[in-house]
């Protein structure tokens, strides 16, 4: 054996259970509890069987020869097996593809390891095997430092399998990458694709999106179903929003499955679904080649997610359902409800804001203006185990993207509740039901008069005394060419107020956390207080504000219902005699004209 192989360092990610056996033969497809080759009996030159899917759900074999052996490449004591696979299997995607990991590899009907990593370019067939001995072994395994996805290479490692392989070296590659898992993923639009990959990212996951078909998340088989070789779905939701990495099983044996040879999100201890998948076929991409896939049926749940690879056992996988009605005001009959139950509970908000705009895109039907009432319920655990619920309203409009801006203040509230510091709190539903139409209907706040001796005008700043009653009239122009609305209102100046007010008018809360403009957010002291805190006016609500002293407190108000949200919002500083200085809450406009 090329003693600069041998040396060649590790790339390992922590797998699953204690010593299992098992007893396929290279000959035939792999059965379940295969016996184990140790890592001292690999060896350069040997040969050996692998399986994984190319289209439906049967493995088929590629061939395997060991190349080598890199030592401690990606974590201290952990090793690769460097080999060199040929076949029509392989063939298939030109080499090494996304979604082969986890391919088991057998030599005289012993599993060796699980094939999960490749060369960053050039020798597309030079893939790295995690030793089946450390998949093995995941359950007395600390949780590791995270794994790097690129492990460069030293140059005579390179050099040495370019020598092996007959190839230029540069042609090789410098460095060991994990294998990309195709993310598969149902019911959201191409367009939207940037917002998933977006939380995936943040897992710091190697993957590519793909589309795929979604599955109701009821358990129709056992984890003793899966077949080395054959498909796995680690999947984060079911239902309309199946989201799910595909890779290849490893290993079976009694009730529990190993897959990927390398880590999913590398969370360790894991709350993720487990299943199969049906191959459609091998895709060939500039980006790299990858197994199309569609999730089938749950098997189990994901329970370990190590470095060498995650484990599955029997068990039904703990979800929190998402559930939208959406009804289209421009065709009545277009209604859907739909589902989604999330099994990643730590991205939760995430997964139900993307089940929520895509259920919207589905019976909107286009992404663009228009307007959407909505009606949420979330509910869920407090620490001690009582139950808590929000209950919410509100109407929105939008002149770019309804679906994703009228989602938004579902999913600002499910952030802060997810974040929240001072109580750890569980989610156990969320309930949506939501009227779209695609004309715009709000009305604008064009101006406030103020109303004095019988006539109304526009002003720039009032006088008054602290005590004294004031009189205004909004006008509300209608997006739809309707008559303009006017409303009168009145607010009254505290006896005692001091250093000047303002009149502050707007529709609804007057912010969006959409685009950032409610400033920044302290967590109140209180789970309690911080469910009350969002339960502001809606934004059909015209709000009138008087404040006044240099904090601007609130002294008066009056909130006055409509049937369209409000936009805009109007400010009129007022002036005591022989004071100085109303309070500046900043933004909105003042209306023009001179008293």
């Not at 939760?348 to 089940?355: K, M, Q, S, T």
Request: glycine letters at 12%.
């Amino acid at each position: 054996m090329n003693r600069r192989l041998r040396n060649l360092g590790t790339f390992v990610v922590a797998g699953v259970t204690a010593a299992f056996v098992w007893a396929g033969v290279a000959s035939a497809a792999p059965g379940p509890c295969a016996t184990v080759m140790p890592l001292s009996g690999v060896s350069a030159g040997q040969t050996g069987t692998g399986w994984t899917v190319v289209d439906g759900t049967d493995p088929q074999s590629f061939d395997a020869e060991v190349l080598g052996i890199a030592r401690g490449i990606i974590a201290p004591g952990r090793d690769v097996i460097i080999v060199r696979i040929s076949g029509a299997t392989v063939d298939a995607g030109g080499g090494v593809w996304a979604g082969m990991s986890g391919s088991p590899v057998y030599i005289g009907g012993d599993l060796v390891g699980a094939l999960a990593y490749g060369f960053s370019f050039g020798a597309t067939d030079i893939a790295g095997l995690t030793p089946a001995e450390d998949m093995l072994h995941v359950n007395d395994l600390p949780v590791a430092p995270r794994v790097p996805a690129r492990v460069k290479l030293p140059a005579r490692l390179v050099r040495s399998v370019a020598a092996k392989i007959g190839a230029a070296a540069p042609t090789v590659g410098g460095s060991l990458v994990r294998l990309k898992l195709p993310v598969s993923i149902s019911g959201v639009t191409t367009q939207r694709y940037p917002r998933v990959r977006k939380l995936l990212r943040g897992h710091g996951l190697r993957f590519m999106l793909t589309p795929g078909a979604s599955v109701v998340p009821s358990v129709s088989a056992t984890v003793d179903d899966l077949v080395p070789g054959g498909n796995f779905a680690a999947a984060l939701s079911y239902g309309d929003i199946t989201a799910a990495g595909v890779g290849t099983t490893s290993y079976v044996c009694d009730g529990q499955a190993l897959a990927f040879g390398h880590p999913m999100l590398f969370s360790g201890r894991a709350t993720l679904g487990a299943g199969a998948a049906d191959s459609l076929t091998i895709v060939p991409d500039p980006l790299g080649p990858y197994k199309l896939a569609n999730v089938t049926e749950a098997v189990g749940k994901l329970d370990q997610d190590r470095l060498a690879g995650v484990r599955a056992v029997d068990g039904e996988p703990d979800m929190i359902p998402v559930t939208t009605a959406i009804t289209s005001l421009d065709s009545p009959l277009s209604t859907r409800v739909g589902e989604t139950d999330v099994v990643l509970k730590s991205d939760f908000p995430d997964l139900a804001f993307i089940h929520t705009f895509s259920n919207i895109d589905a019976v909107f039907d286009k992404i663009g203006s228009g307007s959407a009432s909505f009606t949420w319920t979330i509910d869920g655990k407090r620490a001690d185990g009582s139950p808590w619920e929000l209950h919410r309203s509100n109407m929105y409009v939008s002149d770019f993207d309804l679906s994703f801006e009228s989602a938004f203040e579902l999913y600002d509230e499910l952030i802060q509740i997810a974040n929240y510091p001072n109580e750890k709190v569980q989610f156990s539903s969320v309930v949506a039901s939501v009227n779209v139409e695609e004309t715009v209907r709000d009305y604008e706040l064009v101006d406030v008069l103020f109303c004095h001796r019988g006539s109304c005008d526009s002003v720039d700043r009032i006088r008054a005394r602290p005590g004294r009653t004031l009189s205004f009239r909004a006008i509300l122009r209608s997006s739809d060419g309707s008559p303009d609305q006017t409303v009168d209102f009145q607010l009254t100046i505290p006896p005692g107020a001091r250093a000047g007010g303002l009149v502050s008018v707007g529709g609804g809360a007057g912010c969006s956390p959409l685009f950032g403009d409610c400033g920044g957010f302290e967590a109140p002291a209180t789970f309690d207080k911080l469910l009350k805190s969002f339960k502001t006016q809606p934004n059909n609500v015209l709000v009138a504000k008087l404040l006044a002293g240099q904090r601007g407190r609130v002294r008066d108000h009056e909130n006055m219902l409509f049937d369209q949200v409000i936009v805009g919002s109007v400010q009129i500083p007022v002036i005591f005699p022989g004071q100085c200085c109303p309070p500046d809450i900043g933004g909105g406009e003042v209306s023009g004209g001179g008293f």
